[in-house]
């Protein structure tokens, strides 16, 4: 299986910036996408940022411009750096990675989720 292991969320006042990172493990045989999903208290979760395996970069329109998302393929690893970041930017953040194992099977894992609060 694939496991995801994210770091780097906490609080941060409003204009300060954070780097999240989300490394995968296991049995890898390749990657499609991998990407950052947000939900707020009582809202859906939404994609935020993802990065593909030919290197598209879709962000939601509401972080275009401060947040830029980049991977090390050879750690598995995404990042999503955030600055500027506002009061509505907090939420908990999903790591999410679309790939095959091992064994070929198509993949979806979701990460246990980091905490991001924008507050003074």
């Known amino acids: 299986q694939v496991q995801l292991v994210e770091s780097g969320g906490g609080l941060v006042q409003p204009g300060g910036s954070l780097r999240l990172s989300c490394a995968a493990s296991g049995n890898i045989f390749g990657i499609n996408a991998m990407g950052w999903y947000r939900q707020a208290p009582g809202k859906q979760r939404e994609l935020v940022a993802a990065?593909?395996?030919?290197?598209?970069?879709p962000y939601a329109d509401s972080v275009k411009g401060r947040f830029a998302i980049s991977r090390d393929n050879a750690k598995n690893t995404v990042y999503l750096q955030m600055n500027s970041l506002k009061p509505e930017d907090t939420a908990v953040y999903y790591c999410n990675f679309k790939g095959w194992s091992g064994d070929y099977r198509n993949l979806v894992v979701w990460g246990q989720g980091t905490l991001v609060t924008v507050s003074s």
């Open positions: 990065i593909t395996s030919i290197g598209s970069t």
